[in-house]
């Protein structure tokens, strides 16, 4: 195929991208490449929703069932200091996707749901641009949430494939957004609106994602699966509501939600096993963030153990995640690592493994790939901040300091002398003691560390 008649069919947002992928690989993938190990990994990113700290089997929680996950955790390597860039869903998806803070990515909070609805901006490089600029298939299957229209819905934002829903939530069964009224039937592959009435969401998710395998086993592909569980409304399949019907709510209701999500892990990991696709697959796992204590989540479910917070949190349980990840050969077997590390440093580490060249653009994240090499790897970060609203914390080694935390598990702001609340996690991660007054040197300084980072998106815009 001309170069010409390339760029004719591509859209002119990913062409450049393309075009450079393209032509490092030497205008298409060699057989040699498509049949054997040379080629770059496969990408299987799954992000589930409103997962709690500790809501694993291999993270503590002792009343789950969670095999899959289990078995990734000991085919690879499990984070324990890992956070998301944002504890609301928008934020982290399009910080995930951009390897970016959510201010650089364009999505400070949650993007309306309703048709017509702008949401993350067109001009940021998807890790799905990326890697389509590097040869590879893409596709997303699952929740969406960063814009309804044309431009910003998943075609626009380069995936190939999409099925799922592009609003916040959907009912699993009827596959309608309910958050408010109207009820909005909200089921999609690429832009045709589908209808599966009666059919769990998760399951109609894993048979997209296990066709689009055996459809591209013989070409490098990334996989995003943004499960919708377990989000409300909590509506797990019967045989892992089943394996809970002696636990009290509102535990019962989650923890069969969490095996719903395990169970959909579990297929795809066995379709990569059985296309013989395991040892050149990357697969990560991670939550979006904390669990929900909301009313339609009735009131929590989540376990985190002693972190304080959840959803909507700047406390350590609204952003500190399980995560895990597996790539036979490249990452260790077994192993944990408890340096810190954020959900945006995944975009550049994706990009090392694959060979893919990073857009001309700022990239908050930082590769993993030392810290998944070796437990005495330096943490990527040494300083990270979080903003939501008039919330926000900042993190230096040890110190964390937090402004004005919604503390969701009962309710309330923390306020008074708490209101800076600092914590040094070398003595106490739980954020159970201020220790401002006692260090109010290392108050004043991450203070003004963070108010220099939040002067940078309150500035006239600047280049890239």
Avoid at 97 to 112: D, E, K, M
Avoid at 204 to 224: C, H, Q, S, T
Wanted: with cysteine.
């Amino acid at each position: 195929m001309c170069l010409f008649h390339l760029m004719q069919l591509i859209s002119n947002k990913a062409a450049l991208l393309v075009l450079a992928g393209f032509l490092a690989a030497g205008g298409v993938f060699s057989k040699a490449e498509a049949k054997g190990t040379s080629r770059p990994p496969n990408v299987v990113l799954i992000f589930s929703d409103d997962q709690g700290t500790l809501d694993l089997n291999c993270y503590g929680s002792k009343d789950l069932h969670t095999p899959n996950l289990d078995r990734l955790a000991r085919e690879g390597v499990r984070f324990t200091q890992f956070y998301t860039a944002s504890p609301v869903c928008s934020p982290s998806r399009a910080a995930l996707l951009t390897g970016s803070y959510p201010q650089r990515a364009g999505v400070v909070g949650n993007v309306s749901s309703r048709p017509g609805a702008a949401g993350m901006p067109t001009d940021r490089v998807t890790l799905a641009e990326m890697l389509k600029g590097a040869g590879y298939r893409t596709a997303l299957f699952g929740k969406w949430h960063l814009g309804t229209i044309p431009e910003c819905d998943p075609l626009g934002q380069g995936f190939d494939r999409f099925f799922g829903h592009r609003s916040g939530c959907i009912d699993n069964l009827s596959h309608t957004f309910y958050w408010q009224g109207p009820p909005l039937h909200d089921l999609w592959r690429d832009r045709t609106e589908i209808y599966s009435e009666g059919k769990h969401f998760s399951d109609l998710v894993v048979r997209e994602a296990k066709r689009f395998i055996g459809e591209n086993r013989d070409r490098p592909f990334f996989m995003y699966l943004p499960l919708n569980s377990p989000h409300y409304p909590l509506q797990a399949q019967e045989k892992y509501r089943k394996l809970y019907a002696k636990l009290p709510e509102p535990r019962r209701s989650y923890a069969a939600m969490v095996s719903s999500v395990d169970g959909a892990v579990g297929e795809v990991l066995d379709r990569l096993d059985q296309l013989k696709l395991r040892e050149n697959t990357l697969v990560v796992f991670l939550s979006d963030h904390g669990h929900s204590t909301e009313e339609r989540a009735n009131f929590g479910g989540g376990n985190a153990g002693p972190y304080r917070g959840s959803k909507f949190s700047m406390l350590e349980a609204g952003i500190r995640v399980p995560c895990i990840a597996r790539l036979p050969g490249t990452i260790p077997a077994g192993e944990v690592r408890d340096q810190f590390a954020v959900s945006i440093d995944w975009y550049p580490t994706i990009a090392e493994l694959c060979k893919a060249p990073l857009p001309e653009r700022t990239i908050d994240g930082r590769s993993l790939l030392p810290v998944l090499r070796s437990s005495q790897a330096a943490s990527p970060h040494p300083v990270f901040h979080w903003q939501l609203g008039n919330q926000w914390a900042v993190r230096e080694g040890s110190w964390k300091l937090v402004f004005n935390a919604a503390d969701t598990e009962v309710g309330k702001r923390l306020q008074g002398p708490d209101q800076l609340f600092l914590s040094d996690f070398s003595e106490d991660a739980t954020e159970r003691m201020n220790r401002a007054t006692r260090h109010p040197e290392v108050v004043a300084r991450l203070r003004s560390l963070h108010e220099r980072w939040a002067f940078e998106w309150s500035a006239p815009p600047q280049s890239p």
